[in-house]
């Protein structure tokens, strides 16, 4: 009971935290000053409060796209290790249902992208979801990984591998390096796409979501910043050194730290490096997975070994 | 027993009737009949087999050179007998308003009749375990399917894609020969049990009988690369057929893998590894192809090839498991699997109907003149995504139950550590890659056929199609959400099966029953869970809006004001992304005349299609394979790449004769 308390106060707050960090970063590395922390959340606040303005074209799918893509990202963060090596919601291979949960909230909203007729946004809607096929592999490389080499099949178990030996430290920073191109995919982060940008054309996320306003707009938003927090959260509890067992407190304050850490690394990555061409993208996902496609030879060559 | 032989007399009963009674109407219900009747006596028999296990055994004398006729109905047999009848009864309840408007001009007692012979083939090849009467049946039902293909045989088209099929199909029924005539050789006689003696041992021509038995079996279940009869024949049927074919009447090649490996008994580990490489290129290749497809039926039928080897993953690793002595991967494996092609037929067979409702309402089924249809056909558009989030695996339907068990095989620690382990986790991300492909696939149908504003004005839709095509859709989405939201249920159903398997194990090894499977019965509270959240949300948004009428405008056009629906985004824009990347497998034909000049005086046109690499390949080779090797030899000595190549060929196959001669 404490477990589900802590983990839905941590959701409470550290999504507009890390979205409040990540431009925080941007701003300073820019020389600006920034808006607040927590600004993502007053925007949340503000659009709820709006009437919402829809195509004449659309139809039910387009209401229900972004509460699909809300009710998704809230059961699958029941699944993920916000607070250290621990979720209230744990079983085996937990991870697929997750993956799968993340997959039928972006068909959700690419169907209510397509549901307008314009014709960006169905460009967006494609490019969304062809860069989602090519990033899966990598994800499942990258969890199948840590699942084989620790023997566990729940995703709050499988990300304490640690560092104990030269392999599992190598296995932990190649799936880590991997899961941080899955993060700048699956939630729309540069070098991939550009969030802030206001060109239609060479949009993928922003460009889905042109004609929804108001609540929908508000739930788009509250997910992607929630989905953000999951994936930074799964980076930084796979790079925790600190375990549960070590004492619960200190080892989810050492994972909001970490988690706050990736977000910071987020902005840097945006600030620093240009947006890639779109055709590049495949190039950079393969990136991802070829970096985890090492952590499991790492992972076949050490178990083998051992046996 | 007695039931069963009633059964059959009852389907070929409704096939004559069917043939011989005046009246279109009259023709129809007597096959509805018919398949009731004896739908309820194969289910009073079979059900019971299935649910609680047990054997039912039977031997009819028979004249020679057949001799004897061993009929046994086992919970394998059950399984696949408890949903092939009452489908193929759903699948002419569907014919019946689907022929309609042809009534008056056609006779459709021909349709009426082939669909009550097919019930007949699966009652013949699911029970019978004699060779001659078990291909007796497979002919029965290839030949039928042939005759239901070519319905509008008016049309070149179409009956150039039966005889495809007809074709491919007896290529696969020459393997079977051959796999049987290699039993027959060393054993003597056609029964199975008998068969089963000498299979249990590893020896060479066991070896060559599997490899013969998967390669027929993976043709009649269209498996990559033996699936290029299957695209053209499934536009080519009625909807009906293309149905029942891709989700019953082929699911017959997997059964027929099933009952192979109960036979095996004791694999050698090659057997598992080739059955998953072979699955998992089918399940790539076949999803590639769905993101490219113009056609809805043929970009259903691609999709078969992707489930088939879903389930053939499945059961590659339920094989590794047998021979590893692993009870945990004997169970995830073919009760993945086996559940899978129960979920395949339920929203394959669902997606079929609702392309068949659109192809009614609008005659065409062509994704880019399609469009906005969800408005005039709300029913059919609800059941096709449906049909479209199950196959595409997304919770809370049902194909994401068996796609979970496949994955917990694939990455379960009961896989011995090391390269087995690492092979697996890398299969496991390529079902995770076809899962995404699929989601694109079916956003990409759904999405253009349905929503946004009708791309062709000269396409014209009819309104909502009648109850007689609904109520089989309706049935098949009940089952979808069940099977899916209540995960228990299909497990119930494939516990008996499973454990068949899992007695093959040496007696050493635990029987775990399903244990393994039900570690993942959380999966069970994810999809109610889901469905909670997602009501709160729909309440709390109905509160924030206070009752307020919602306002309506034009769809954002970035400041474009004169928009029109050609404007929208196209299928093959949509996929083009994807299809660059994977141009190997997919190749496009293009034809186009752009337009000339600053001022062109003549409209230009572009038309893309995306062709089959094998088939064309396939069609090269046949028709001009002297020319491409008159090309190809010059090259040789010249280009390195062309050279290193046909040295590696070369290399290959000397050194497959050279350890092929060693061995014997």
């Known amino acids: 009971m404490l477990l589900w308390l802590a983990h839905v106060a941590a959701l409470l707050v550290l999504p507009f935290l890390t979205v409040g960090v990540v431009n925080r970063t941007k701003s300073r590395w820019a020389g600006r000053k920034g808006p607040r922390l927590f600004q993502s959340l007053s925007d949340c606040l503000r659009l709820l409060r709006k009437q919402p303005v829809y195509s004449a074209t659309t139809t039910g799918i387009f209401r229900a796209g972004p509460l699909v893509l809300l009710a998704t990202t809230l059961v ?13 919601v744990s079983f085996p291979y937990d991870f697929v249902a997750v993956a799968y949960l993340w997959g039928l909230g972006r068909i959700a909203v690419v169907l209510s992208a397509l549901d307008t007729g314009s014709s960006f946004e169905g460009m967006g809607a494609s490019r969304e979801a062809t860069y989602a096929a090519f990033v899966e592999p990598a994800l499942f490389l990258a969890l199948g990984t840590l699942a084989a080499a620790t023997g566990h099949g729940a995703l709050a178990d499988l990300v304490g591998l640690g560092a104990r030996g030269p392999a599992q430290a190598a296995i932990t920073l190649a799936c880590a390096a991997t899961l ?36 929908e707009l508000a739930a788009i938003q509250w997910a992607s910043a929630l989905k953000t927090t999951l994936c930074a959260a799964l980076v930084a509890s796979i790079l925790n050194p600190l375990h549960p067992a070590d004492g619960l407190l200190l080892a989810a304050a050492a994972n909001v730290a970490l988690t706050l850490l990736v977000a910071v690394l987020v902005g840097f990555v945006e600030s620093l490096v240009a947006r890639l061409r779109l055709r590049a993208i495949p190039a950079y996902v393969s990136v991802a997975t070829v970096s985890a496609l090492v952590a499991l030879l790492v992972t076949a060559w050490w178990q083998g070994n051992a046996r | 027993m007695i039931l069963l032989a009633v059964a059959s ?41 299935l649910l609680h296990g047990g054997d039912l055994r039977h031997r009819v004398a028979w004249s020679y050179p057949v001799e004897s006729i061993a009929v046994h109905l086992d919970p394998l047999g059950a399984f696949f007998l408890a949903w092939s009848l009452p489908m193929t009864l759903l699948g002419t309840i569907y014919a019946f308003g689907y022929l309609r408007p042809y009534f008056r001009t056609r006779n459709a007692g021909v349709q009426f009749a082939l669909l009550s012979v097919i019930a007949l083939s699966f009652v013949l090849v699911y029970t019978l375990e004699s060779a001659f009467a078990f291909l007796l049946g497979w002919e029965i039902a290839a030949v039928a399917a042939w005759l239901l293909v070519v319905w509008d045989y008016r049309n070149q088209k179409i009956r150039f894609a039966g005889f495809n099929y007809l074709v491919s199909t007896h290529i696969g029924l020459f393997f079977l020969l051959a796999a049987f005539m290699v039993l027959h050789s060393r054993t003597g006689s056609m029964d199975f049990q008998s068969f089963s003696a000498f299979l249990q041992q590893p020896s060479r021509a066991r070896s060559i009988a599997f490899v013969l038995f998967v390669t027929s079996f993976g043709l009649k279940s269209a498996f990559f690369p033996f699936h290029t009869w299957l695209p053209r024949a499934h536009s080519a049927a009625p909807a009906h057929v293309s149905a029942l074919m891709s989700g019953v009447i082929h699911k017959a090649g997997l059964f027929g893998l099933l009952r192979i490996i109960l036979l095996i008994g004791q694999p050698e580990p ?28 043929r970009l ?25 002595h692993e009870p945990a991967l004997v169970a995830l494996g073919f009760a993945g699997g086996i559940l ?14 609702a392309a068949g409702a659109v192809y009614r309402a609008t005659h065409v089924v062509d994704l880019e003149r399609l469009g906005g249809l969800a408005r005039r056909l709300p029913w059919t558009a609800g059941f096709f995504l449906l049909g479209g989030l199950a196959i595409s695996a997304l919770p809370p339907l049902n194909g994401f139950v068996s796609e979970l068990l496949v994955y917990a095989g694939l990455l379960s620690p009961a896989v011995p550590a090391g390269m087995p382990r690492a092979f697996l986790v890398g299969a496991a991300a390529l079902l995770a890659f076809v899962g995404g492909v699929s989601a694109l696939a079916m956003a990409r149908a759904f999405g253009l056929t349905f929503l946004g504003s009708p791309r062709d004005a000269g396409v014209h839709c009819e309104g909502e199609v009648s109850r007689w095509l609904r109520v089989p859709m309706a049935v098949h989405a009940a089952g979808v959400l069940v099977l899916g939201l209540v995960p228990a249920v299909g497990l119930g159903l494939v516990e008996q ?6 007695a093959l194990l040496p007696a050493a090894a635990p029987i775990a029953g399903l244990g393994p499977v039900q570690v993942l019965a959380p999966v069970a509270r994810l999809g109610l869970a889901l469905l909670a959240v997602l009501g709160g949300l729909v309440l709390l948004r109905a509160a924030l809006a206070r009752g307020l009428p919602a306002k ?32 190997a497998v997919l190749p496009h034909l293009r034809r186009e005349r752009l337009p000339e000049g600053p001022f062109p005086e003549k409209a230009g046109h572009v038309d893309t299609h995306c062709v089959d690499a094998v088939e064309k390949r396939m069609f090269e080779v046949i028709g001009e394979g002297d020319d491409l090797v008159t090309r190809l030899a010059p090259r040789v000595p010249v280009e390195p790449g062309v050279s290193l190549g046909a040295g590696l060929v070369v290399l290959v196959v000397a050194v497959w004769l050279l350890l092929g001669g060693g061995v014997r």
């Open chain 2, 497 to 502: 099966p499973v454990r068949l398997f899992q």
């Open chain 2, 270 to 297: 090659w057997m598992g590894w080739y059955l998953v490489s072979f699955s998992a290129a089918s399940a790539v290749v076949g999803v590639l192809y769905t993101t490219a497809q113009r056609d809805l039926k």
């Open chain 1, 180 to 215: 941080f191109v899955v993060l700048q995919v699956e939630t729309s982060r540069g070098p991939v796409d550009d969030p802030t940008t206001h060109l239609e054309l060479t949009m993928i996320h922003e460009v889905m979501i042109l004609d929804h306003s108001g609540p």
């Open chain 1, 76 to 88: 699958s963060a029941a699944m993920m290790p916000v607070l250290g090596a621990i979720a209230p």
């Open chain 2, 9 to 49: 007399i009852t389907l070929l009963a409704g096939a004559g009737l069917a043939l011989g009674l005046r009246d279109n109407v009259h023709r129809g219900w007597a096959a509805i009949a018919a398949q009731a009747i004896a739908t309820g006596l194969v289910l009073s028999i079979a059900l019971p087999v």
């Open chain 2, 340 to 353: 899978h092609v129960l979920n395949h037929a339920l929203f394959k067979c669902l997606l079929f109907y």
């Open chain 2, 300 to 324: 259903l039928g691609y999709s078969s090839t992707e489930n088939v080897g879903i389930a053939g993953i499945g059961f590659g690793i339920g094989l590794l498991g047998l021979a590893w």
């Open chain 2, 552 to 583: 309506r405008h034009v769809t954002w056009g970035c400041g474009y004001g004169a928009p029109t629906p050609r404007m929208q985004y196209t299928g093959a824009s949509f996929s083009s992304q994807l299809a660059g990347v994977f141009y």
